[in-house]
């Protein structure tokens, strides 16, 4: 499973961090860094909730 | 008789909505009120309709109710713009403020300077400030009996010190800068006028002093920061400041009455807290959720459609956080308030490149507030004979909030 991560609709909010920091990086803006992120195995509910929390709809969830 | 309020030609009546942001009786102060779910009620209604008079200054706007039209509204700076000059026209001058009131990519400049001293990482450096200030305050009306209206005497002195700390503006002219905000966001023309007066004359003098003398503050970094490889005019330095300094005096202490005006007549609720004071980070996000403040307007920048009506190049646009909030289609239950609910994608800080520089401060400033307040106070209630009142408008919010744990 992967996250994919459209960082033109990022506002910062950083909603996916405060629940998963784990999984998400932030910038020194506060918003979360380009690229896809790679979810590791046991984390995958994890990954689907911060992916739900983002207002902006930035982050979905793939296949890798 | 009462004139019938202006519709544009371009508006079908059909578009045209009853619901009014000042006027509707919800939206007007009222004992004991509930204007959020007077707001939440327009999810029954179509997803975008014409206002008259919904602005503060008497103009007429569409209303956009849900939550994926305010998103689609919000995230396109380009069909929507920010560009409005609120401030300064106070002052029959013409400029931004910024970076709220100008357009991406102009936005993205000024934002990009100013993120990293309010990013979640940031903040956390403040904590201890804002815990001590807060157990202060509780402790001070403590000692001075088992009652107080909080609003004076414990958010508007938290938020605003907070705020003032920031940035580096000692706090011994706190409530006459409250009386400013007051005057800038709730009252008519020749208050705000004059207010901004104030506000204008007290940040340039404090610009001035940190040319002479820099400290370790948010007006230093001001006057030495750098755009595009320059050092900012004094008029940007200006515009950023009165944002920041109007920013910071009204929507945390705001929030935090509001959920103590709810928690306060809902002791199950408070229990909860009390029972399980790990969930309060979340619960205060249910609360921003349910009780938020603000509604961000824009200005369209060509004709277009948005949900079933015809917007026109030049009309405003509203976007009111309380409708989206309150979305069946965002949040199921959405009138339920649920301090563990999931998913809580809230806008309560808006959408899109505008979304609130502050946020991170904010939230942090709420979380610290009712911990320290259920850390110190017994339950609580709203004093017998005394009824706070509820208001919509361009600031939601509640006022006379006495609550009693005698």
Same mark, same amino acid.
């Given at each position: 499973?992967?996250?994919?991560?459209?960082?033109?609709?990022?506002?910062?909010?950083?909603?996916?961090?405060?629940?998963?920091?784990?999984?998400?990086?932030?910038?020194?803006?506060?918003?979360?860094? !380009?690229?896809?992120?790679?979810?590791? !195995?046991?984390?995958?509910?994890?990954?689907?909730?911060?992916?739900?929390?983002? !207002?902006?709809?930035?982050?979905?969830?793939?296949?890798? | 008789?009462?004139?019938?309020?202006?519709?544009?030609?371009?508006? =079908?009546?059909?578009?045209?909505?009853? +619901?009014?942001?000042?006027?509707?009786?919800?939206?007007?102060?009222?004992?004991?009120?509930?204007?959020?779910?007077?707001?939440?009620?327009?999810?029954?209604? %179509?997803?975008?309709?014409?206002?008259?008079?919904?602005?503060?200054?008497?103009?007429?706007?569409?209303?956009?109710? &849900?939550?994926?039209?305010?998103?689609?509204?919000?995230?396109?700076?380009?069909?929507?713009? /920010?560009?409005?000059?609120?401030?300064?026209?106070?002052?029959?001058?013409?400029? %931004?403020?910024?970076?709220?009131?100008?357009?991406? =990519?102009?936005?993205?400049?000024?934002?990009?300077?100013?993120?990293?001293?309010?990013?979640?990482?940031?903040?956390?450096?403040?904590? %201890?400030?804002?815990?001590?200030?807060?157990?202060?305050?509780?402790?001070?009306?403590?000692?001075?009996?088992?009652?107080?209206?909080?609003? &004076?005497?414990?958010? +508007?002195?938290?938020?605003?010190?907070?705020?003032?700390?920031?940035?580096?503006?000692?706090?011994?002219?706190?409530?006459?800068?409250?009386?400013?905000?007051?005057?800038?966001?709730?009252?008519?023309?020749?208050?705000?006028?004059?207010?901004?007066?104030?506000?204008?004359?007290?940040?340039?003098?404090?610009?001035?002093?940190?040319?002479?003398?820099?400290?370790?503050? +948010?007006?230093?970094?001001?006057?030495?920061?750098?755009?595009?490889?320059?050092?900012?005019?004094?008029?940007?330095?200006?515009?950023?400041?009165?944002?920041?300094?109007?920013?910071?005096?009204?929507?945390?202490?705001?929030?935090?009455?509001?959920?103590?005006?709810?928690?306060?007549?809902?002791?199950?609720?408070?229990?909860?807290?009390?029972?399980?004071?790990?969930? @309060?980070?979340?619960?205060?996000?249910?609360?921003?959720?349910?009780?938020?403040?603000?509604?961000?307007?824009?200005?369209?920048?060509?004709? @277009?459609?948005?949900?079933?009506?015809?917007?026109?190049?030049?009309?405003?646009?509203?976007?009111?956080?309380?409708?989206?909030?309150?979305?069946?289609?965002?949040?199921?239950? %959405?009138?339920?308030?649920? +301090?563990?609910?999931?998913?809580?994608?809230?806008?309560?800080?808006?959408?899109?490149?505008?979304?609130?520089?502050? /946020?991170?401060?904010?939230?942090?400033?709420?979380?610290?507030?009712?911990?320290?307040?259920?850390?110190?106070?017994? =339950?609580?209630?709203?004093?017998?004979?005394?009824?706070?009142?509820?208001?919509?408008?361009?600031?939601?919010?509640?006022?006379?909030?006495?609550?009693?744990?005698?």
């Amino acid at each position: 499973m992967i996250i994919k991560v459209d960082r033109e609709k990022c506002a910062g909010h950083a909603r996916c961090w405060a629940l998963a920091p784990e999984l998400f990086e932030l910038d020194d803006e506060g918003y979360v860094l !380009p690229g896809d992120i790679l979810v590791p !195995p046991g984390q995958e509910a994890l990954a689907g909730r911060a992916t739900r929390a983002c !207002p902006e709809r930035a982050l979905s969830i793939g296949e890798d | 008789m009462a004139s019938q309020p202006k519709v544009p030609d371009h508006v =079908p009546a059909h578009c045209v909505g009853a +619901f009014n942001l000042y006027k509707s009786p919800e939206m007007r102060p009222t004992p004991f009120g509930d204007p959020f779910a007077a707001v939440a009620k327009l999810l029954d209604g %179509p997803s975008v309709f014409y206002s008259p008079e919904t602005t503060r200054d008497g103009q007429g706007a569409w209303i956009v109710t &849900t939550a994926e039209e305010q998103r689609n509204v919000l995230q396109d700076g380009a069909s929507y713009s /920010s560009f409005r000059r609120i401030f300064s026209s106070a002052i029959g001058e013409d400029w %931004p403020v910024i970076p709220l009131e100008l357009d991406p =990519p102009e936005h993205g400049k000024y934002r990009s300077m100013l993120n990293p001293l309010l990013s979640p990482k940031r903040v956390a450096a403040l904590e %201890p400030f804002v815990t001590a200030k807060a157990v202060e305050l509780i402790e001070g009306l403590k000692a001075r009996g088992t009652s107080a209206e909080v609003m &004076t005497e414990f958010a +508007f002195p938290l938020a605003v010190s907070v705020f003032l700390a920031f940035l580096g503006i000692p706090d011994d002219r706190l409530m006459e800068f409250v009386g400013w905000a007051n005057e800038l966001l709730h009252m008519g023309p020749a208050e705000r006028t004059a207010a901004a007066h104030k506000v204008l004359n007290f940040l340039e003098g404090m610009i001035a002093q940190r040319k002479e003398e820099p400290a370790e503050d +948010f007006m230093t970094f001001l006057v030495q920061a750098q755009v595009e490889g320059r050092p900012l005019t004094d008029q940007e330095i200006r515009s950023i400041a009165v944002l920041l300094f109007i920013g910071g005096l009204d929507t945390v202490a705001t929030a935090i009455g509001l959920d103590l005006y709810f928690l306060a007549r809902n002791p199950d609720r408070q229990q909860e807290l009390r029972d399980n004071p790990a969930i @309060m980070p979340s619960a205060v996000e249910e609360m921003l959720r349910a009780f938020p403040s603000v509604t961000p307007i824009r200005t369209a920048t060509r004709d @277009m459609d948005l949900g079933g009506c015809p917007i026109k190049k030049g009309d405003l646009v509203s976007c009111p956080s309380m409708a989206s909030s309150r979305d069946p289609a965002e949040f199921p239950d %959405p009138n339920t308030i649920d +301090f563990n609910r999931e998913d809580n994608r809230h806008t309560a800080f808006s959408y899109g490149p505008h979304r609130c520089l502050g /946020s991170h401060l904010a939230r942090r400033e709420i979380i610290i507030a009712l911990n320290e307040w259920f850390a110190r106070i017994p =339950p609580f209630r709203i004093k017998e004979g005394t009824a706070p009142v509820t208001f919509g408008g361009f600031v939601f919010g509640v006022e006379n909030l006495v609550l009693d744990w005698s």
